[in-house]
């Protein structure tokens, strides 16, 4: 299958926009924009995300003994923009501050999940990151989608029920 074709079909399918972060055992902050984020297991709590492993950050990430997704929220777009971006500063908006585990976590997010790795998994041109799920934070607010080559919202639900209401325990 041509390489251009692949990413033409993949480009179709939504992804939730979250900013990964982790800290370096030198404390050194760390962070990347990832579409690639999905739940593995409940039992144990897994998620994953994927890194191309010619990304300026993949050594402190496959080294890190733990990671924070942030997913973004709606209008989170330039936080998205700016941590996928090469040869600045991804932390110099000041937004992100120490959250659960004392990792780099962005306030605002739409929901937070802090995570022990648990594996690095090789997968062709990038790694697959396994996190097992340590703690999590869920607020109200919208998320931050990216298809077409472009970020989104989804479109509100009728009669959707706040995550507040929900009452999620921490894991």
């Given amino acids: 299958m041509e390489h251009t074709l692949l990413t033409a079909a993949m480009a179709r399918v939504p992804g939730p926009v979250t900013v990964v972060t982790t800290v370096d055992d030198s404390g050194r902050r760390w962070g ?3 579409t690639s984020f999905s739940s593995v297991s409940l039992d144990p709590p897994l998620v994953l995300v994927c890194l191309d492993k010619k990304a300026s950050s993949h050594a402190a990430f496959t080294a890190a003994a733990h990671l924070m997704v942030n997913v973004l929220a709606h209008e989170q777009e330039e936080v998205a923009r700016r941590f996928a971006a090469s040869g600045v500063d991804r932390f110099s908006g000041g937004d992100m501050q120490p959250c659960e585990l004392g990792l780099p976590g962005l306030p605002g997010a739409c929901v937070r999940v802090a995570c022990s790795m648990y594996r690095v998994v090789d997968a062709g041109d990038h790694s697959i990151l396994l996190g097992r799920v340590e703690r999590t934070h869920v607020s109200d607010r919208t998320p931050l989608l990216y298809c077409d080559r472009s970020f989104s919202r989804p479109s509100p639900e ?14």
Avoid: I, K, Q
């Fill in 32 to 34: 990347f924009t990832a």
């Fill in 158 to 171: 009728a009669g959707r029920r706040p995550w507040s209401a929900l009452h999620l325990a921490e894991w």
